[in-house]
């Protein structure tokens, strides 16, 4: 059977990174290996530029006029409000409210019926979305987490206390009515299995790498030599979303302390670049480069100039989110430091899969030792980086993840079938 797959996330292609990423690999794999006939809706390509391209700004968006076909997923969008940076919590209810009314009237009024609806979080007053399209439709719908949004804008005091009850409020319900609640890591399955009961045991679908697009950059670096990088400098790299949760001033003032001489690459978009900018400069980090992120083409030949790659985090978010990047990171057999603490899924997954150093987060000086241990001890490199791609490999490649993904899907469509 050709299954009718609908998927809702105002985050797609092109947008390259993070959420985005993983919401395209998913509806392509499976339209390609399932052979199902996948709808992704979404809106207008904003993150994490927090702009819309100059392509998809102007495009009239009425009655489907804006809609693609991006390989063979078939892609409708709706124009929505996206806010600039710096983006406050206002901002981002505004975002998310503007996406969904407007989703909502397209997909309500919808003829063709889907078997299986898809919601992927944040936003997360998706899953109310969803609710009312499995109502309408009467098929089953499933509520994947990608990140905890409402505790992680308490916990960084984005939003006042009194809103984040009724919020928490709104979420329980959402999560009492789906057929089934997915997450990407244990720590969040177990935050959710605490806000609700719900219908069946939320299940893990953690992030993938595609180990056979994402593999380490074999002869000399391109990039390395753009970047007028000697053979012998070691390259400590950060690259991703550059907003709150992440942190990455501590990395900034980190390298300063350092005792190995390195280069600094700082990839990515965010709310916090202009102040990281301003950062660097405060601290006389001469030998840093502020770059945009790799084309998903190169991003192997990209992740691979790097000797070391660096994920730093808040310790308010480190067990609300679980960073996408590192993956990409252990596909491209580089090893990595980051910051968590104990017994958070990050922490785990380095210390599990051996690719990499744990620092304690929010302690420039502890940093600073873990990278200086690491960047010093080139032997190392090869040992953490061929340990790190073997357990992507073997545990989180993409054929097996979203293949135990689809294969639940098919159990929930089967079981609303029968009589």
Known sequence: MSLRLSIYSYNYAPEPTGIPFYNTGMATWLHRHRGWRVT??????????WRVPDDYRDRDYRGGRGDEVIDGVVVERVRHFVPTAP??????????????????????????????????????LGGLLGWLLALRFRVPVVYHVQDLQVDAALELKMIPQRLGGLLLGIERFILERMDLVTTVSRAMRARLQAKAVT???????????????????????PYRREWGVRDDEVVVMY???????????????????????????????????????????????????????????????????????????????AGLVMPSKLLNIMAVARPVVVTADPGTDLAAEVERSGCGVVAPPEDAGALAGALDGVAGDRVSWAVRGAAGRRYVQSNLGIDAVVGRFAAGIMTLVNRRRRP
Request: glycine content about 8%.
């Open 199 to 221: 219908r069946r045991p939320v299940a893990l679908f953690p992030n993938w790498a595609d180990t056979a697009a994402i593999a380490p950059w074999a002869g000399p670096n």
């Open 40 to 49: 992704m809706h979404t809106g207008l390509p904003h993150y994490p530029w």
């Open 239 to 317: 690259s991703g979303n550059l907003g709150k949760k992440q942190g990455v001033e501590l990395l900034l003032e980190a390298v300063t302390r350092m005792r190995v001489p390195v280069r600094l690459v700082v990839a990515g978009e965010g709310v916090e670049r202009a102040e990281l900018a301003a950062k660097a400069q405060a601290l006389g980090l001469t030998t840093l480069l502020f770059l945009p992120l790799a084309p998903a083409a190169r991003l192997a030949e990209f992740l691979s100039a790097a000797d070391l790659h660096c994920i730093p985090q808040r310790r308010a978010a």
């Open 87 to 124: 983006v406050g919590g206002r901002a981002r209810m505004r975002l998310d409210a503007s996406w969904l009314f407007a989703t909502a009237r397209r997909s309500l009024g919808a003829r063709r019926r889907p078997h299986a609806l898809v919601v992927v979080a944040p936003p997360f």
